[in-house]
């Protein structure tokens, strides 16, 4: 059988390898005969290419076809032994290189032609690598992509997976630097960010779930080989970011751990043997302020390079604060740091060690979620007796609008009206060491890595200038051990493989505080026990002391230990027809621990008596805080063991080399989770969720490759989708009770598009666009939207999902032109602009469908103006975010009897000036 080369062999690229033209007197025969054998090389593959094109041209002249295509063929398996033997020398050259042999340039096109990609931490890099010619930032051509996702190097048009990029001209040129930029960039992905603790991420509108540790995401994040357990460690700024791959479907055959509907792989820039710095600068209005720098190079020849990298991110907020006499500043705002040192260890050609410290650090406003709907009557026509508004409207809290002072805003998506302008805090670093051995025709590689994430939250419970809620949320420290193996196989033939085994534990400490203040027992008594304690001034101190003081603490603890075995294989049936396999056994160990205590508050019964209440009065102090507190309990740690399976199967046809159509059916499970009812403590576990995948694509090129149209048929089905569940409070009448659960069933089905088209020289258009169908397949038992004003359950089988638009799209143009048009001399300068658009179609973003939930359809869009050389050296441009200053949300909360419905809205435009240097 033919064997299977990775690259191809032509004389172009032939005539392209250049071999050094110093060599030192060290290893100079070495060196020699290294350049002998490649320059043999070149000369009979040239030959052997000129004899093949003379055999085709006799034999189309004889009209002998059999016997040119037997002739034909023995002649290109000549090319490729030869192409073997190239590929050896040029290794073994590129090791005299690390050594310090060579000074002199490489060829230009070398690793091209090797098919290495820069972003990978492993390729092989020279010691005294020379300088290569700088090239400008453009839009990189679809069809030449290089992406990691399947844990090697391919094209991205080779890839037979539904698989999106965002290379790096689109991150430095866009300032791309977080999931909620990705989402922008990407089709059919979706993100909510309030805080690091609400950050979730969705892929076809299904998987956003947030503020619960007792689960694991549907949707991964991997960044340098890395698993994020906690989603929430995603919230921060990236540094130094190459390349972002979003996978679609389940995901776990081939590294780290199991997702059932996608992932995103995120590589960032790694060490060169070859000095460079940079450094990209932005400052405009909200008074933003931006500064990111990377330096790279030598530190023992050959040997040891590192790379050093860091960021900071200032910027005002957009949602303005009424409380006029404490508040400086807006709400929303940006104020991050964060850096990364590594470090690249080459002692030999096939041994390289990557390791890798970061951290990041922010403190601003969190949770900022303007109040959009207090409606005082449900949808049946009932009056709402008691609502935020109705409490807020006692003569409790005269004095503060005597004073002028805004108790609460509702209804205005860029102001809020909180007690004080309070920052909250979210940290997270880590450190990992990647291993990389060729031995033996296979790579070996070994990922050890450690992280830990920290969230503090500090905001306004309640969203009023009154005194209620003083602290409230819940503080999360995370904390992440794993290791992983992998085997992969690198010699060229009709199988190739890769199969690992991973472990990891993971911790989540998470503790919540609400502590209240003097307004509190005012605004949480019911009518009739406002009324009671509201009569005299002796009975107003106990209503103030109710809850003034008081603290509700609650600590859960969940726990995994997982551990996994897993591989993949690519049975190359013939030179076009792959057929991909993949299997993957999981087992984990799920456990959770916690209690729920009340602390503070005076003696009420003591209290009651010194003031000369009565039994009445006193009985109803008590109930207020009995009632808010609620019961304290002990919950001993608890949990279960299981094993989960992932699985792949996906055949895949290349008819040409513009045409390649796949398919593939993926079966996923993520384990159950192990908690509690936060209001008793009881144990309630949620089942596992199952994952069906399907998924039929294809990718094309055309006009000479210059056109990339990729499409992707998919349907996905869920069963016991893990979710956080909305349901009435059974203790507090009128509230309502977030709590992990299970969603019967659930149907995702949709088409999605990928162009990318190079018009002519300088000017590039690309559309990614996806329709989306996500609806309840199963979902009987759902929460109601609190204006049914139903206690009970509704069923919202055959509808929508919420967080699922239709329609998402995101298109743009990229233009590039000389300083003077090409009527003078340019010096070096040309001209640059982009537009970019996002757009969703209307949707519902609230998780009981309620009607307040709904966002109509929007875009978003992004731009820039400006000048640059033509190497990509310096650019400097007039950029704006959303532009048109679109004002929408992708988050709303359910209104109750002592909250209104808030959202969570998309930042505000801004612009100024964006600089990049390379140097």
Not at 433 to 449: K, L, P, Q
Not at 876 to 890: E, H, M, S
Request: glycine share 10%; aromatic share 8%; charged share 20%.
């Amino acid at each position: 059988m033919k064997e299977y080369l990775v690259g191809s062999l032509s004389a172009d690229n032939i005539e392209s390898v250049k071999v050094p033209l110093h060599i030192s007197n060290r290893r100079g025969l070495s060196a020699c005969v290294a350049m002998a054998i490649a320059g043999g090389s070149m000369l009979l593959a040239n030959d052997v290419i000129a004899q093949t094109a003379t055999v085709k041209k006799s034999a189309k002249k004889a009209g002998n076809k059999t016997v040119a295509d037997s002739k034909v063929s023995d002649l290109q398996a000549q090319v490729e032994r030869l192409s073997r033997e190239l590929e050896a020398s040029k290794r073994r050259e590129q090791d005299l290189l690390k050594k310090g042999v060579a000074t002199a340039p490489a060829a230009a096109g070398t690793a091209e032609a090797a098919g290495l990609s820069s972003q990978e931490p492993d390729s092989v890099v020279a010691a005294a690598e020379p300088e290569p010619e700088e090239k400008a930032d453009e839009p990189q051509d679809l069809s030449e992509v290089v992406v990691t996702s399947r844990r090697k190097e391919e094209k991205l048009q080779e890839v037979p997976i539904p698989v999106a990029v965002i290379n790096r001209e689109t991150l430095e040129r866009d300032n791309v630097v977080s999931v909620q930029d990705f989402s922008r960039r990407a089709p059919n992905l979706g993100v909510t960010s309030a805080n690091a603790r609400q950050t979730s991420i969705a892929l076809r509108g299904l998987g956003k779930n947030s503020g619960n540790e007792s689960m694991e995401p549907s949707v991964g994040v991997m960044v340098d080989n890395v698993w994020r357990a906690w989603t929430g460690a995603a919230w921060a700024n990236f540094a130094d970011l190459d390349q972002v791959e979003v996978l679609r479907g389940p995901q776990g055959t081939l590294q780290g751990k199991n997702s059932n509907l996608g992932l995103l792989n995120i590589t960032t820039k790694a060490p060169s043997f070859k000095n460079s710095y940079y450094v990209d600068g932005f400052a405009g209005s909200r008074d933003a302020l931006q500064g990111k720098f990377g330096a790279t190079g030598t530190i023992l020849p050959g040997l040891l390079a590192y790379r050093a990298s860091g960021f900071i991110d200032k910027r005002d907020g957009f949602v303005k604060n009424f409380d006029v006499h404490r508040s400086e500043g807006d709400l929303g705002e940006t104020n991050a740091l964060g850096g990364r040192l590594q470090f690249l260890f080459t002692p030999s050609e096939d041994l390289s060690a990557r390791l890798i410290v970061d951290k990041t650090a922010s403190t601003q406003t969190m949770s900022v979620q303007p109040l959009i709907a207090d409606p005082t009557r449900f949808d049946d026509g009932t009056l709402r007796t008691t609502t935020f508004s109705t409490r807020l409207a006692r003569d409790w809290f005269n004095t503060l609008r005597s004073n002028g002072q805004a108790v609460t805003v509702i209804g205005d998506p860029r102001a809020m009206a909180n007690n004080e302008r309070r920052q909250s805090r979210g940290d997270g670093s880590g450190v990992s060491a990647e291993i990389n051995w060729d031995v033996a025709g296979h790579r070996f590689t070994s990922i050890s890595a450690y992280r830990d994430a920290l969230f503090e939250p500090n905001h306004d419970g309640e969203s009023s200038t009154a005194d209620v809620e003083r602290i409230s949320g819940w503080t999360v420290k995370n904390e992440q051990w794993s290791q992983e193996l992998r085997l992969a196989s690198k010699d060229p033939g009709p199988v190739d493989y890769q199969f690992g085994v991973f472990a990891m534990r993971a911790i989540a400490d998470t503790f919540n505080q609400r502590l209240f203040g003097v307004d509190a027992g005012a605004f949480h008594a019911s009518n009739s026990q406002y009324a009671l304690l509201n009569a005299t001034p002796a009975s107003r101190q106990l209503l103030a002391a109710s809850m003034r003081d008081t603290m509700l603490t609650q600590n859960v603890v969940p726990a995994t230990d997982s551990y996994a075995g897993y591989g993949q294989i690519n049975w190359h049936v013939t030179d076009d027809a792959t057929l991909t396999l993949g299997l993957r056994n999981t087992f984990e160990r799920r456990e959770n621990t916690g209690y729920s205590r009340n602390l503070g508050g005076v003696n009420l019964d003591t209290l009651g008596a010194s003031l000369g209440a009565n039994a009445a009065q006193i009985a109803a102090a008590k109930a207020i805080r009995s009632n808010r507190l609620g019961p304290e309990w002990d919950a001993p740690r608890q949990g279960f063991d299981q094993n989960s399976q992932n699985w792949l199967i996906n055949p895949s046809y290349k008819v040409n080399k513009d045409l390649m159509v796949y398919g593939s059916v993926a079966g996923g499970q993520k384990s159950g989770a192990a908690q509690f009812n936060f209001n008793t403590g009881a144990t309630e576990n949620v089942k596992p969720e199952d994952v069906m995948d399907y998924e039929f694509g294809v990718k094309t090129t055309w006009l000479d490759r210059k056109l990339v149209f990729n499409v992707n048929l998919y349907q996905t089905d869920i069963q016991s989708f893990q979710s956080q569940l909305v349901a009435p409070d059974p203790l507090r009448s009128g509230q309502f009770l977030s709590q992990l659960g299970n969603i019967g069933g659930i149907q995702l089905r949709g088409i999605e598009l990928e162009t990318n088209w190079d018009i002519t020289q300088g000017l590039n258009v690309f559309l990614n666009g996806s329709y989306n169908k996500a609806i309840y397949t199963d979902f009987a038992n759902a929460p109601c939207p609190p204006e049914a004003n139903n206690t009970g359950y509704c069923d919202q089988t055959g509808k929508t999902i919420p967080n699922a638009p239709a329609f998402t799209a995101n298109y743009g143009i990229d233009y590039r032109a000389p300083l003077t048009f090409g009527y003078g001399n340019d010096y070096g300068l040309q001209w640059h602009a982009y537009l970019i658009d996002s757009f969703k179609s209307a949707a519902n973003y609230n998780a009981s469908l309620s009607r307040y939930g709904k966002q109509d359809a929007y875009h978003v869009t992004d731009g820039g103006i400006g000048v640059g050389t033509k190497n990509g050296k310096y650019n400097l441009d007039l950029v704006g975010r959303n532009i048109f200053d679109t004002i929408y949300f992708t988050n709303a909360s359910n209104f109750s009897g002592t909250g209104a419905a808030s959202a969570s809205f998309g930042d505000a435009r801004y612009y100024g000036v964006h600089f990049r240097a390379k140097f």
